[in-house]
């Protein structure tokens, strides 16, 4: 049984540099989410996406960072010019959407620090 | 929007020891309610769920009842173990349609 994977699991990068996260959903899953989490918090939404559309962002979403999901398969999330305040961890969930409700399994997650 | 409310921690216990932690919820519509645990540096596993009003979902022990009238979804458990140690999210989801995370719970179990 595989679940949702991400890669890297850490990134440390220097500031102004950009970066990209992969994440790769449960296989049958048609809804993805990248969450933002910073130390000694919960979770943040980002974005999510129904298949390859991408339905929902989130205003803490600048226009540095980017997101894909290109045939509905895995994700991009890019971060152009990081910054300092961009050192969090990055969580990727899944679902299998439709319906009332939506059971999301979550990634490891990718840790970034930005130097 | 969504907005959840949990006890604030850190919150330790013996093993063996009764745990309750509290959450109270506000969010439009009617929310699905889950429970999630995070262990250090991993993401978030699902605990828990219960999608309407009295329902109990339960998983390893846990428990915890949604309780549309008060709108809360208090987590427990018997007897915690040392293994339980981890950081706990209540978490709404509803017309929103995104999860909506407190700053979490976190337990400490004593041997």
């Known amino acids: 049984d595989t679940g949702v994977s991400q890669d890297p699991r850490h990134k440390i990068t220097k500031r102004g540099q950009n970066v990209t996260f992969r994440c790769d959903p449960i296989?049958?899953?048609?809804?993805l989410y990248w969450y933002r989490q910073t130390l000694g918090q919960g979770p943040e939404f980002l974005t999510y996406?129904?298949?390859?559309?991408?339905?929902?962002k989130s205003r803490l979403l600048s226009d540095r960072f980017s997101a894909e999901r290109p045939k509905g398969s895995f994700s991009t999330l890019e971060i152009q010019r990081t910054e300092q305040g961009d050192s969090a961890m990055y969580l990727c969930?899944?679902?299998?959407?439709?319906?009332?409700?939506?059971?999301?399994?979550f990634g490891p997650g990718t840790r970034l620090t930005v130097l | 929007g969504d907005s959840v409310t949990q006890m604030e921690g850190p919150v330790t216990l013996s093993e063996e020891a009764f745990l309750t932690i509290n959450c109270t919820y506000t969010?439009?519509?009617?929310?699905?309610l889950f429970w999630y645990v995070q262990y250090p540096g991993e993401g978030l596993q699902l605990l828990l769920k219960?999608?309407?009003?009295?329902d109990k979902g339960s998983n390893k022990g846990f428990e915890a009842t949604y309780r549309k009238e008060t709108t809360s979804f208090h987590l427990e458990k018997g007897s915690v173990q040392v293994s339980d140690s981890a950081v706990y999210f209540c978490?709404?989801?509803?017309?929103?349609?995104?999860?909506?995370f407190g700053s979490g719970t976190q337990l400490t179990v004593l041997p």
């Open positions: 969930a899944s679902s299998l959407g439709g319906g009332t409700t939506d059971t999301q399994y």
């Open positions: 296989s049958e899953h048609n809804r």
């Open positions: 996406f129904q298949n390859e559309a991408q339905l929902e």
């Open positions: 969010a439009t519509g009617y929310p699905s």
């Open positions: 219960a999608t309407k009003a009295d």
């Open positions: 978490a709404p989801w509803g017309s929103a349609r995104q999860l909506t």
